[in-house]
């Protein structure tokens, strides 16, 4: 049986070759912050935007915590928090759900804490008036706990909102319709959604819906994790395990998974037809983008018009952990991703009591063009690495603390656009006048 040894040993070499290298390589990548050099090409820039008012924060008490964004026509959408300590105690994106264990002790009734009901708001980027949307017809005593939400804008006057909720016990799609110009949503229905094992996505992160499927609730879901909590959660967590998933629903053919082994499927964000009075674009492609937190990768998926398909063609690298990606407005010809820098010291500023932690998180604003995205771009199409622009790296967190989420609404032709940022613990969205 001697003869079996080198073959062994051949084998455990192969496999740390090809895993065990890669994971502890990308690790370093993505864990280990960047030089000092990184964050100096920037810190003029910084300093520059906020002193001259180039950068401003908008809205602090109204726009606070905002998760996701989306805009149209002159108005920006944004699922924002109500209330930054009851976000420490429920955040299932990063593993915190205290809330839910409280509510286990009180027979499943609402404790002490009370009900979560954070707010969709408008914002009106020229008149600078913004307003929380009222949620007609929606459900009392109900929770309302927001994360990644999208938009359908079917026409000039009717948009509809596929919001997560977080309820605990089990987290749903809500879908509402709206009139730009009112100051409230009409809820049309809740959409509850499955275990993986029925097709479903139980930990949601984000949701892409597909306009020309709205009359039957067509959209994606990325499920970030496998396990909720616990040491699985952890171990998930630690050892990056390629869990995630993206799954599809529509209300004829229910739930399924259409793709999965992805690292922490995170935000997403596709090219779509909106047919607002602005925007006559066509979109440059037919592309779904994920963000794969934990492998610092955006997967890029080529999605079939009106149907479940999707099929992966590219992943683009970038060195750090992407959240939620958005397409320039309107043409959709850049993506804009808000990444972290520093891990470590976004976890110790979400979860630590204030006092206790960093008072602000390292972020960063990540770049590249989609028309890049499976061209034959230095010959080499598909495997070809799509230069990435890093817009800004902030260290200190004056423009963007612990952001989330950045948008680009572009410029009239030969100037910049402006630039807003968010984040989930971040009171206020940050508009930079003319930045990119």
């Not at 209300?251 to 006559?280: F, H, L, P, R, Y």
């Amino acid at each position: 049986m001697g003869y079996l040894q080198p073959a062994i040993l051949l084998a455990i070499t192969a496999a740390v070759v090809q895993f065990v290298v890669p994971y502890i390589t990308r690790s370093y990548v993505l864990f280990t912050p960047p030089a000092d050099a990184v964050y100096a090409r920037f810190d003029n820039l910084i300093a520059n935007a906020v002193a001259s008012g180039q950068c401003q924060k908008h809205h602090p008490k109204l726009l606070k915590g905002c998760e996701d964004m989306h805009f149209d026509a002159g108005i920006m959408y944004a699922g924002c928090l109500s209330d930054f300590e009851m976000r420490k105690k429920w955040l299932p994106g990063l593993g915190q759900r205290y809330l839910e264990q409280e509510r286990s002790q009180n027979g499943g009734q609402v404790g002490q804490s009370g009900l979560m009901i954070d707010k969709m708001v408008k914002w009106n980027v020229e008149t600078d008036e913004a307003v929380g949307l009222e949620l007609r017809g929606f459900p009392k005593n109900i929770d309302f706990v927001l994360h990644g939400f999208d938009i359908n804008v079917l026409s000039p006057s009717n948009i509809t909102f596929y919001i997560i909720n977080h309820r605990p016990f089990g987290s749903v799609v809500e879908k509402f319709w709206h009139t730009p110009g009112e100051d409230h949503l009409n809820f049309i229905k809740t959409i509850p959604i499955p275990f993986s094992s029925a097709g479903g996505a139980p930990t949601p992160n984000d949701i892409f819906a597909i306009p020309e499927s709205d009359h039957k609730s067509g959209f994606f879901v990325t499920n970030d994790h496998q396990f909720k909590e616990g040491i699985l959660r952890t171990v998930e967590d630690v050892l990056r395990l390629p869990l995630g998933h993206i799954s599809y629903h529509d209300d004829e053919d229910g739930w399924k998974i259409v793709a999965k082994n992805i690292i922490q499927a995170n935000g997403m964000t596709g090219t779509k037809k909106m047919a607002s009075a602005e925007d006559g674009h066509l979109p440059p492609s037919n592309n779904l983008y994920v963000s794969s937190t934990g492998s610092g990768f955006i997967k890029v998926f080529s999605r079939k018009y009106g149907s479940s398909e999707i099929y992966p063609i590219q992943d683009i690298v970038l060195d750090s952990l992407p959240d939620n990606p958005t397409l320039s407005y309107p043409s959709q010809s850049r993506f804009i991703i808000a990444g972290f820098p520093e891990p470590a010291v976004l976890h110790d500023y979400a979860i630590k009591p204030a006092g206790e932690g960093p008072e602000r998180c390292p972020a960063a604003i990540y770049s590249f063009r989609t028309n890049q995205i499976g061209s034959s771009f230095y010959g080499k199409g598909y495997t070809g690495e799509v230069p990435v622009e890093t817009v800004v790296a902030d260290r200190k967190g004056l423009l963007g603390n612990a952001t989330t989420i950045s948008l680009l609404v572009e410029g009239d032709e030969g100037e910049k656009g402006d630039l807003y940022m968010s984040g989930l613990l971040t009171d206020g969205i940050m508009k930079c006048r003319k930045f990119m």
